[in-house]
Every structure is written in C-alpha cells, then in structure tokens.
C-alpha cells in the first residue's frame, strides 16, 4: 500500500521560511513523480510545483523564485523549501505522487497518491 506521509508546516512569520517534507513507502520511488498542491479555506486547490526523477521541475507562477522543490531518492522523501513567505501562503500543503505524463504535472487529478496535508500559517 503507497503511503505519504508529510511533515514540517507550521507558524511562520511573513519573509520566514519553513521546508515540508513528504516521505513515501509502498512504492518503487524511481520515476515517481512528486508534485505539491495547497488549499486555502474557501478556495480550490492548486498546483506549487513539481519534480520529476531526474530533476526538472516546475512551479506556479506565484511561488517560483521563493519555493524550491528537491528529492532524495534514497529515502523516497521529496522536499518543498519554502523562503520569502507571505500571508497568502498560508493553507494546507499536501504532496502527491503518481506516474504522470509530462504535461499533466500541475492537473491534481493526475497524481494517484496523496498525503494528508500540512497546516502552513503565515502571520504578517
């Protein structure tokens, strides 16, 4: 059974960082795409971005250049290093794997896989 388990969110204070981390079992994580989604109260949820196993990656507009996502095959666990962090950030943080085709890395419904989320507040 594919699990992914996230950790790491928290409190953070605008312009603070925080990294979440999501850490999968039950899988051969080889080209496993790793993606990572949030979800404000009251809005849908939407792509932040994504890697795949040989390293590239995508972001939405919104987070790139203050986001960054890395993986460590080794331990299966995929990163998502948050800087610069701003009110708006704030939502719930889940990842999500699956094999995916290349232009279906920010569609949701794409991924197979998903962790439970993690709470991410940021206070101005």
């Known amino acids: 059974q594919v699990q992914l388990e996230e950790s790491g969110g928290g409190l953070a204070q605008a312009g603070g960082s925080l990294r979440l981390s999501c850490t999968a079992s039950g899988l051969t994580f080889s080209h496993y795409i790793m993606g990572w989604f949030r979800q404000a109260p009251g809005k849908e949820r939407e792509f932040v971005g994504s890697?795949?196993?040989?390293?590239?990656?995508h972001y939405a507009d919104i987070v790139k250049g203050r986001f960054t996502i890395s993986r460590d095959d080794a331990k299966k666990t995929a990163y998502l290093q948050m800087a610069s962090l701003k009110p708006e950030d704030t939502a719930v943080y889940h990842c999500?794997?699956?094999?995916?085709?290349?232009?279906?890395?920010?569609?949701?419904?794409?991924?197979?896989?998903w962790g439970q989320g993690t709470q991410v507040t940021v206070s101005s």
């Open positions: 999500a794997g699956g094999y995916i085709l290349p232009n279906q890395f920010s569609n949701p419904g794409a991924y197979r896989d």
């Open positions: 890697m795949w196993s040989d390293g590239v990656s």
